[in-house]
Nanobody
């Protein structure tokens, strides 16, 4: 059974930092493309950052230069370092594992940035 468990969310002041982690189990982690998505109240879920099985990364324009995604295939984890946080970064953040046609999601972790 595939499980993705996010951690590291919380309340932080604007300008601060948080580091999210996603621990994966039940899958061949190194073969999967991994991504972080977020969903703010009243908005659709959107891609924040992604990292391919080969290590290539891409970011939403809104987080470029502030967020960094990384993966540790030995530990089956994917991380999202978030710096210079803004109030508009407030959302539930989800981890996703993708290997076509399979998609798996975590349960999400709340990030709240106070201004």
């Amino acid at each position: 059974q595939v499980q993705l468990v996010e951690s590291g969310g919380g309340l932080v002041q604007a300008g601060g930092s948080l580091r999210l982690s996603c621990a994966a189990s039940g899958l061949t982690f190194g073969s999967y493309h991994m991504g972080w998505y977020r969903q703010a109240p009243g908005k659709e879920r959107e891609l924040v950052a992604a990292i391919s099985s080969g290590g290539s990364t891409n970011y939403a324009d809104s987080v470029k230069g502030r967020f960094t995604i990384s993966r540790d295939n030995a530990k089956n984890t994917v991380n999202l370092q978030m710096n210079s946080l803004k109030s508009e970064d407030t959302a539930v953040y989800y981890c996703k594992a993708n290997l076509f046609p399979l998609n798996y999601w975590g349960q999400g972790t709340q990030v709240t940035v106070s201004s």
